[in-house]
């Protein structure tokens, strides 16, 4: 935004100091002019008229208030443009320190020494708020890269698929086609799953009365053929859940975590469990899972887009690696919390709060 110059803050203080202190100084002056004139003796000697006394306190007092005076604009000007200077320094160094940001230079920080003040809050919030920038600039760009890589793959397949039909015309159509059909399949799927990803960050949808209860049993009834090919048995124990949502985010959220559990499970005999309950603040739904032993490292690392914990899962429901990464999504724009811990047996403890439509963040 271009603007007209103007002062700079250190003058504008500067003359703030020294218009406080002249006018201090002037009634101080009033103040001893009117001491004098009540308590100078009636018989102190004058020169002209009635009261010779007055003239003469006046004649010598003016010259030496005018020199306080003087004195007083002099040593504020200089005082207040030193005291100015020094107490503006913080501020120079914070908008050293946006000017670089703006710049792309995310990595710097201000690090204010001292003790607590206004302006060190705003240095620290600001080192905050370019902490978190950097991390979701760099999440960024790992998510763009993740993402190129994951729809470079099928398009190189299908690519790889018509140039063998175009040099090889007595190729096995039929193969052909099945193959393109479940190359393209996923690729549709990734751009569904991004799309998804894309709205619940947006936070574009309708808050409604929601029963996570109802969610778990629609998402369990649908994945139920995917648990029962699998060999894994699906365990619930739901009350009444009310929260506050769009219906179809919380729904996509369920039914991420339930699949995830059932994918991501022992090759037979697994078992997931999902729960839900009623907090004084908040509702909770759990989901858990058996399957191989993750260590925390790893598992800190499965909301971000296209990682997946125990590798590529082969086969028609192996995901696109965005399941929790859109449920991390889902959640947060529900002002809720996700926590995934490993159970020491193995597989996964995944517990989602969400605000109670009772508490003040609902």
Do not use: C
Request: without cysteine; hydrophobic residues 45%.
């Amino acid at each position: 935004m271009d603007r007209a110059p103007g002062w700079s803050v250190r003058l504008k203080l500067t003359l703030s100091y020294v218009g406080f202190l002249m006018l201090a100084g002037a009634l101080l002056l009033a103040a001893v002019w009117v001491f004098l004139l009540r308590y100078v003796p009636d018989g102190w000697p004058g020169l002209l008229g009635k009261s010779p006394n007055r003239y003469l306190l006046l004649s010598t007092f003016a010259p030496a208030a005018a020199i306080v005076l003087a004195f007083l604009l002099v040593f504020g000007l200089v005082g207040g443009w030193i005291l100015a200077g020094r107490m503006l320094a913080p501020l120079t160094r914070i908008t050293d320190a946006t000017r670089m940001a703006a710049n792309g230079s995310l990595s710097h920080r201000i690090r204010l020494a001292g003790r607590e003040d206004e302006f060190r809050e705003l240095a620290d919030a600001f080192d905050t708020m370019l902490a978190r920038l950097e991390a979701h600039v760099a999440e960024q760009q790992r998510f763009a890269a993740n993402a190129s890589h994951e729809l470079r793959t099928p398009l190189a397949i299908s690519q790889s698929l018509l140039d063998v039909a175009r040099n090889d015309p007595a190729h096995d159509h039929g193969e052909l086609v099945d193959r393109l059909y479940a190359v393209n399949a996923r690729a549709i799927d990734l751009t569904e799953a991004l799309l998804v990803l894309s709205r619940a960050d947006r936070r574009s949808f309708t808050r409604e009365s929601v029963d996570l209860s109802l969610l778990v049993d629609e998402a369990t009834e649908t994945l139920l053929p995917l648990a029962e090919k699998r060999g894994v048995a699906v365990d619930t124990s739901t009350d009444v859940t009310p929260a506050v949502g769009s219906h179809a985010l919380l729904l996509q959220m369920t039914t991420n975590l339930v699949h995830n559990a059932i994918v991501h499970n022992l090759p037979e005999r697994g078992t997931v469990w999902v729960t839900t309950g009623v907090r004084p603040e908040t509702v909770v739904l759990t989901v858990e899972n058996t399957g191989e032993r993750l260590t925390p490292q790893v598992v800190s690392t499965l909301t971000e887009p296209f990682q997946r914990g125990a590798g590529r899962i082969r086969g028609d429901h192996a995901g696109v690696g965005l399941g929790l990464a859109i449920v991390k999504s889902i959640v947060h724009v529900h002002d809720g919390s996700l926590t995934i811990a490993p159970r020491p047996a193995g597989g996964l403890r995944i517990v989602v709060h969400l605000p109670s439509p009772w508490s003040g963040t609902a």
